[in-house]
């Protein structure tokens, strides 16, 4: 069947070192579990899902740990049993390093796991249903742009050809390689059923000429399953693995510029995908491990490996025996389409295919960037026919019109015209901030035209609003006229009738005004009389005041009085003891009685007298402020009979 499958070509490529010896010669192993793991909410294209869990919470392997959203997406689960213990923004894998909100998992080295449960005779499930249980199953393309899986099938109608990738073009990534070397039974079995859900016409398992051993095991159990597929061994070319690349090799048609693949009945799934299917459908297992390679001479042990979704990469590279130097590089993927990270600590995510450690002479650092020279090589390498130099300089000078103008959407970022540069320009690096800034600009625009469209919107509703009240006057306008106009009929008719009718309207009027004036007289007089009872408050208040006052004041003069009294009884009370001491002194010295007797009485009458003086003043003045209290009194008594009145 291979033989009968014509290979055609696409333009430019490049043919890189490949450096697939270093991981593809030992069996994939199994790492020990990590300490922890970081699962990110989100690890595919399209919206996050919701949380399931909170901190503190136990999960078991194979568990939810978020649902899809009202928007889709996604769910992801958890890679082994053990607690949450935070749910927090955590460094992304991606080039820009950007946190994400991140599920940390301290496993407990159990590995225990849910019931799985298989789906019972898959094949003889409705497409719908199969690609619920994809969906449920969180599977996203493996190979590296993590679309899910569930949302491609759907979106595909009347397929005619479905190409199975196992390609692999970048250099040193051996994932595939390795899967399709001990799981091509399982493979072929994920095959079966993408090709129940789609009722495909025609299957190709694409594999590239450098990987003999995978060619051979998939074309056994492609043989054995005695399924429609077939083989076809394309050439080794970077990228020949690119979607769009591939389709053109097998089928010879190029995708259009503004089209998809779904356009042309063709649908492309990775192998790794399709080895998540058969695990998702026959297992009832959730996508929570993928192969991972391990390369770059940086590594002792170099290989690939069963990593669980959510492994810091820190643990994969102790595992490998990272020799580390003073300027070595971690690089997610393979050298032309990876991104170097700088936080070991990133997860594993379901698009990780490959963790590159080259040691500096290895992969030497890019040189200093250098002016373009105009050499075209970049022009001649791009395999998507796009002048790669134009793009650069529109991309310096952010003119957006005219990177749209020359595709710039249309380019994969696969790197061939970087490696070729002689000056060493990352043109990568320009296209990729170039659609970064275009997609910033696209979600203002549309931000904007939502706003105008509300404007709009409200305008025209109150557009609408106005009309209406103008067609609810007008209609109010003609009604009167017709009434005016059937008055003046009716006068002319019968003059009368019309003469006593304009006498009852002016009667109703007259009436009307009388009533109208009675209820301005009646309103005139309530606030009269409103304004002298106010008034009369007012006058009241200040009367009680006044009373306040007085009455404090005689208080104040009854006190002085009392003081007064006191005083006067002090005095009294003086003069009587020197008149005791004057008695007592009598008998002790006859001689000098009679002075002394003369001296006492003269005290005692100047005493005497400062006491009548005394006690006549008290008098006086609690005379007074009796007199006092009685005028207050009447005065109280006159200002209740004003009120009264």
């Known amino acids: 069947m291979a033989s009968a499958i014509k290979i055609w070509s696409?333009?430019?490529?490049?043919?890189?070192?490949?450096?697939?010896?270093?991981?593809?010669?030992?069996?994939?192993?199994?790492?020990?579990?990590?300490?922890?793991?970081y699962v990110p909410v989100k690890q595919h294209i399209g919206a996050e899902g919701q949380l399931l869990v909170q901190p503190g919470d136990t999960v078991l392997r194979g568990q939810a740990l978020t649902q899809p959203g009202m928007s889709g997406g996604l769910p992801v689960h958890a890679p082994s049993?053990?607690?949450?213990?935070?749910?927090?923004?955590?460094?992304?894998?991606?080039?820009?390093?950007?946190?994400?909100?991140?599920?940390?998992?301290?496993?407990?080295?159990?590995?225990?796991?849910?019931?799985?449960?298989?789906?019972?005779?898959?094949?003889?499930?409705?497409?719908q249903e199969l690609i619920k249980y994809i969906r449920e199953a969180g599977i996203a393309g493996l190979g590296g742009a993590a679309y899910p899986t569930a949302q491609k099938l759907s979106q595909t109608q009347n397929t005619e050809l479905l190409i199975i990738n196992g390609v692999e073009c970048e250099p040193y990534i051996v994932s595939d390689d390795r899967l399709m070397r001990e799981h091509a039974e399982e493979i072929v079995s994920g095959i079966t059923i993408l090709q129940s859900a789609l009722q495909a016409q025609q299957t190709i398992v694409a594999i590239e000429d450098n990987k003999p051993e995978a060619i051979q095991a998939m074309r056994q159990a492609i043989e054995s399953a005695s399924i429609e597929a077939a083989v076809a061994v394309v050439p080794t070319k970077y990228p020949s693995g690119g979607e769009k690349q591939l389709i053109q090799l097998l089928t010879g048609k190029e995708v259009p510029s503004n089209g998809y693949p779904s356009d042309m009945g063709i649908l492309m799934q990775n192998v790794g995908t399709a080895y998540a299917i058969h695990e998702a459908i026959y297992l009832g297992k959730p996508l929570m491990e993928r192969i991972v390679t391990l390369t770059?001479?940086?590594?002792?042990?170099?290989?690939?490996?069963?990593?669980?979704?959510?492994?810091?990469?820190?643990?994969?590279?102790?595992?490998?025996?990272?020799?580390?130097?003073?300027?070595?590089?971690?690089?997610?993927?393979?050298?032309?389409?990876?991104?170097?990270?700088?936080?070991?600590?990133?997860?594993?995510?379901?698009?990780?295919?490959c963790i590159l450690c080259p040691t500096e002479s290895e992969l030497p650092a890019t040189g200093h960037e250098m002016a373009c020279i105009r050499c075209g090589q970049c022009e001649q390498v791009c395999p998507a026919s796009l002048l790669p130099q134009q793009l650069?300089?529109?991309?310096?000078?952010?003119?957006?019109?005219?990177?749209?103008?020359?595709?710039?959407?249309?380019?994969?970022?696969?790197?061939?015209?970087?490696y070729v540069c002689p000056s060493e320009i990352p043109l990568v690096h320009y296209y990729r901030k170039a659609k970064a800034e275009?997609?910033?600009?696209?979600?203002?625009?549309?931000?904007?035209?939502?706003?105008?469209?509300?404007?709009?919107?409200?305008?025209?509703?109150?557009?609408?609003?106005?009309?209406?009240?103008?067609?609810?006057?007008?209609?109010?306008?003609?009604a009167r006229q017709a009434a005016l106009a059937a008055r003046a009929a009716a006068a002319e008719a019968?003059?009368?009738?019309?003469?006593?009718?304009?006498t009852a309207a002016n009667n109703g009027e007259k009436q009307s005004k009388v009533a109208a004036a009675i209820a301005r007289a009646k309103?005139?007089?309530?606030?009269?009389?409103?304004?002298?009872?106010?008034?009369?408050?007012?006058?009241?208040?200040?009367?009680?005041?006044?009373?306040?006052?007085?009455?404090?004041?005689?208080?104040?003069?009854?006190?002085?009085?009392?003081?007064?009294?006191?005083?006067?009884?002090?005095?009294?009370?003086?003069?009587?003891?020197?008149?005791?001491?004057?008695?007592?002194?009598?008998?002790?010295?006859?001689?000098?009685?009679?002075?002394?007797?003369?001296?006492?009485?003269?005290?005692?009458?100047?005493?005497?007298?400062?006491?009548?003086?005394?006690?006549?003043?008290?008098?006086?003045?609690?005379?007074?402020?009796?007199?006092?209290?009685?005028?207050?009194?009447?005065?109280?008594?006159?200002?209740?009979?004003?009120?009264?009145?």
């Not at 697939?20 to 579990?33: C, H, M, S």
């Not at 213990?85 to 894998?93: D, K, V």
């Open 438 to 478: 275009i997609r910033e600009e696209l979600i203002e625009q549309q931000k904007a035209d939502i706003a105008r469209q509300r404007f709009e919107a409200r305008q025209a509703r109150l557009e609408r609003e106005k009309q209406a009240r103008l067609e609810k006057h007008k209609k109010a306008a003609e």
């Open 296 to 353: 770059g001479e940086a590594l002792q042990k170099p290989g690939t490996v069963w990593a669980l979704l959510g492994t810091p990469v820190s643990h994969l590279l102790d595992s490998a025996s990272l020799q580390a130097s003073s300027k070595q590089k971690v690089i997610i993927g393979g050298p032309m389409m990876g991104y170097t990270i700088s936080d070991l600590e990133v997860p594993v995510v379901k698009s990780t295919n």
């Open 81 to 127: 049993s053990g607690t949450v213990i935070n749910i927090a923004e955590h460094t992304s894998n991606h080039p820009s390093g950007i946190p994400t909100l991140t599920i940390t998992i301290k496993l407990d080295g159990k590995h225990e796991s849910i019931e799985f449960t298989a789906v019972e005779n898959p094949l003889e499930q409705s497409p």
């Open 10 to 37: 696409f333009p430019g490529g490049v043919h890189p070192p490949e450096r697939k010896t270093l991981a593809n010669q030992t069996a994939t192993a199994t790492t020990e579990l990590p300490e922890k793991v």
């Open 523 to 645: 309103a005139k007089n309530a606030a009269q009389a409103e304004s002298a009872t106010a008034e009369d408050d007012k006058k009241a208040r200040v009367a009680e005041a006044v009373a306040r006052a007085k009455a404090k004041k005689a208080a104040q003069a009854e006190s002085a009085t009392a003081e007064d009294d006191k005083k006067a009884r002090v005095a009294e009370a003086v003069a009587r003891a020197k008149a005791k001491k004057a008695a007592q002194a009598e008998s002790a010295t006859p001689e000098d009685d009679k002075a002394k007797q003369s001296s006492q009485q003269s005290d005692n009458a100047e005493a005497e007298k400062k006491r009548r003086v005394a006690a006549a003043v008290a008098r006086a003045k609690a005379k007074k402020a009796e007199q006092q209290k009685q005028q207050n009194s009447v005065t109280t008594s006159e200002r209740g009979d004003s009120e009264s009145s």
């Open 392 to 418: 650069y300089w529109y991309a310096k000078a952010s003119d957006h019109d005219a990177l749209k103008q020359h595709h710039l959407k249309d380019c994969i970022e696969c790197g061939a015209c970087a």
């Open 494 to 502: 019968d003059p009368t009738e019309q003469s006593t009718a304009d």
